[in-house]
């Protein structure tokens, strides 16, 4: 797993032993002192920080259960409302407008993570997009205002406790709102752009950025797809309102895809490959210098359009299976991965409902 996927899970793994503890009445006072003695270390190293990497880690998990189902091998496969995320030239594959919501839970539902996207053909040759990531921990406890130094040291120790009727809550979260232009050049060639915003908050903090991804799809015969996406691409600068900055580093994502023909349906393999410069070398597949590599891979068979199996390896080393089932401008999508340490961290039940709004009256033949 990446490190600051770790970090992150680590921090977040802490809040939720400090929730259980407090919501359950726990008369155990030594393990409060640790976890707020963790806490108030992780927030001061933060702190101390002006310039931090991984900032974009939230925008790396993938959207769609098709996608995820296949590992997120899906740059040049998607085309779909979700290509405003995985790759904005491909949005221009759509012919109606429609609508993909998903839903998520990870770690023992301690983190909810949903997405939402709404996109439209416009005119022959254009399509639009608007879409929007959240990812969130609720109910943190609050323990700064309720902590009684009895002995006035400035550190919490056997002699202070906790005042309980002084616990408040708060939450973190994490937003990306999408907003993506695509155009289709000629039959072989689309292409387009995202502008994203960023928003998070913690507590009473909050931070905000912009940033930029292009991308292209590139049909040079008409089973095999290549694609990129360049997100992040004038690197994205996140500034905190304590005046902490964090860098979303650029990121190029690579990959093919290539549609056989078997019993009646399609077999469809997709590698992808995510090119990144952040020296993630431990954390990354395969690194030279500055510049780490990580590939996911993925597999699905269609059946005649109605449904559709699917597994896939994605860039932590993680194996997901899954499936979907095409109705009349409706599609389900769910995929399933299993963590190593399921015991700990939970497995991952992922499940999106594309609609597709399949009538002439609103579809691109319309508009020509």
């Given amino acids: 797993m990446h490190a600051g996927r770790i970090h992150c899970v680590g921090v977040n793994s802490v809040f939720s032993f400090m929730s259980f503890q407090l919501r359950a009445g726990a008369a155990d006072m030594r393990a409060h002192r640790h976890v707020v003695v963790l806490i108030v270390f992780l927030a001061s190293s933060a702190s101390a920080q002006t310039i931090a990497k991984y900032a974009g880690e939230f925008m790396a998990l993938g959207v769609g259960g098709r996608a995820l189902g296949m590992g997120g091998a899906h740059v040049a496969l998607v085309n779909d409302a979700t290509a405003g995320y995985w790759n904005p030239g491909a949005l221009a594959r759509i012919d109606y407008p429609e609508a993909i919501v998903m839903h998520e839970e990870r770690f023992g539902s301690l983190i909810n993570y949903d997405y939402a996207v709404v996109a439209i053909p416009y005119g022959p040759d254009v399509s639009l997009g608007l879409s929007v990531l959240r990812l969130g921990v609720d109910g943190i406890p609050d323990t700064r205002n309720a902590w009684l130094d009895n002995n006035g040291n400035g550190v919490f120790d056997n ?20 907003f993506t232009y695509a ?14 915003l960023i928003r998070r ?4 903090q909050s931070a905000t950025g912009i940033g930029f991804d292009v991308g ?33 580093s650029p990121t190029l994502k690579l990959g ?40 996911h891979a993925g597999l699905e068979f269609d059946y005649k359009s109605t449904v559709a199996l699917r597994i896939g390896y994605d860039d932590i080393k993680q194996v997901s299976v899954g ?28 499940i999106s409902i594309r609609f597709m709004l399949q009538n002439d009256r609103f579809g691109r033949t319309a508009a020509q």
Wanted: overall charge negative.
């Fill in 159 to 178: 002699a202070d406790q906790l005042d309980y009727d002084k616990i408040t809550y708060f939450n973190s979260t994490d937003w990306a709102l999408y």
């Fill in 183 to 196: 155009k289709r050049s000629s039959l072989e060639l689309l292409y387009g752009a995202n502008i994203k």
């Fill in 201 to 204: 908050t913690l507590a009473d």
């Fill in 216 to 248: 292209a799809v590139y049909s040079p015969m008409p089973k095999l797809s290549l694609g990129v996406n360049a997100q992040d691409i004038t690197t994205t600068l996140v500034a905190w309102s304590t005046g902490r900055n964090e860098l979303v």
């Fill in 256 to 295: 093919a895809a290539y549609s056989i023909d078997l019993l009646g349906g399609h077999l469809t393999p997709a590698v992808d490959f995510d090119v990144r410069f952040e020296n993630r070398h431990f954390a990354s597949i395969a690194s030279v210098g500055p510049v780490s590599f990580d590939p």
């Fill in 323 to 350: 499936a979907g089932l095409h109705l009349r401008m409706l599609d389900v999508d769910y995929s399933f991965a299993k963590f190593a340490a399921d015991e700990a961290l939970g497995n991952t039940h992922r």
